[in-house]
């Protein structure tokens, strides 16, 4: 009996050592659900090791849509250049100043819009792995909305033109009392930069003033408003060139004033959309 006892003793107690060292190099490794930054800025996205681990000697490897071919790694104490993606070339610096305690953030120099997304911390020692995600969201507010009038026959068709946003803006047109105004068209892309550009169409607008507004998903955003001339007042104006010459003399004296400040009012909105 006594013998038995002993037999099984000794395998327990080898297990539960194994077992308690295992639970030592265990380690969990966490980061932020997510990080915003703005275009063309540096931005830190947060790797550690808990508990608090010296990680010098493991391998730290970023990547987000492939492990193979990946954003940044660290391995053998130096940093491997061979399979990163192109689009991180003398981007990437894994900050090692704290490592020994854990602590290894990814710096990411000049955020474009395409590398917003999902990135994967994934950290390798010879007895365990974890991996932690963490979302990078770039922020890029847009231009001035261009608003532009175009007639043709008794169609009255007023353009609003946004470009230089991420993420994807949205765009709302209101009147002078600031009641939404449903568009003809909508449309938005994104151009070689992968920021968006929006246009949208109002068709006979009955509105004197009408203001095209752009937002981002993220509170930001540009607005723009343009003094229309009244569909009735044209129609009456087109009607008086047409039939009585003096007030067609005042009329034009009257364009003089009226279209030069119109001009100034499309001036300030000049910008520079490629497409
Ligand atoms: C990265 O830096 C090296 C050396 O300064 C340079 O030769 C290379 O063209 C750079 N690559 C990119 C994509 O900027
Ligand atoms: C390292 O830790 C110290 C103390 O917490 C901190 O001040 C410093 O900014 C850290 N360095 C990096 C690169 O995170
Ligand atoms: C007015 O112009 C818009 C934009 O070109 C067009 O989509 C619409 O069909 C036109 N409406 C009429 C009544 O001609
Ligand atoms: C956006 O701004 C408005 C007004 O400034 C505020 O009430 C709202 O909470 C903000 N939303 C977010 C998501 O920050
Ligand atoms: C604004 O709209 C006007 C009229 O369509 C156009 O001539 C001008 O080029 C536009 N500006 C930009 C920056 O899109």
Not at 132 to 137: M, S, T, Y
Not at 250 to 274: D, E, R
Request: charged letters at 15%.
């Amino acid at each position: 009996m006594a013998s038995t006892m002993h037999s099984i003793k000794i395998p327990f107690f080898i297990l539960l050592l194994l077992y308690e060292r295992s639970l030592s190099v265990r380690f969990k490794v966490s980061s932020t659900p997510s990080v915003s930054a703005a275009l063309g800025s540096d931005v830190l996205l947060p790797c550690t090791l808990t508990p608090e681990m010296n990680a010098e000697m493991m391998e730290i490897r970023w990547f987000n849509y492939r492990f193979q071919i990946y954003v940044h790694r660290y391995h053998n104490k130096k940093d491997d250049y061979t399979a990163q993606m192109p689009q991180f070339a003398n981007r990437t610096e894994l900050l090692k100043e704290n490592i020994t305690r854990g602590i290894f953030p990814l710096k990411i120099h000049k955020v474009t819009a395409q590398d917003s997304g999902e990135y994967h911390c994934f950290v390798e020692s010879s007895e365990h792995h974890g991996k932690a995600i963490v979302q990078l969201l770039v922020i890029a507010v847009g231009s001035l909305p261009n608003i532009s009038s175009v007639y043709s026959e008794n169609n009255h068709t007023v353009y609003c033109e946004s470009c230089d946003w991420h993420p994807k803006p949205y765009l709302l047109w209101t009147d002078n009392e600031g009641n939404k105004i449903i568009p003809l068209m909508e449309h938005t892309f994104r151009d070689e930069n992968n920021l968006y550009h929006i246009i949208s169409a109002v068709n006979q607008p009955t509105t004197s003033y009408i203001t095209c507004t752009v937002s981002s998903s993220l509170n930001h955003s540009k607005q723009n408003s343009r003094r229309l001339i009244d569909e009735g007042q044209r129609n009456t104006a087109t009607h008086c060139i047409l039939t009585c010459p003096s007030v067609a003399v005042s009329l034009i004296c009257l364009c003089c004033i009226y279209l030069p400040a119109m001009n100034l009012g499309v001036g300030i909105t000049k910008q520079h959309c490629n497409s």
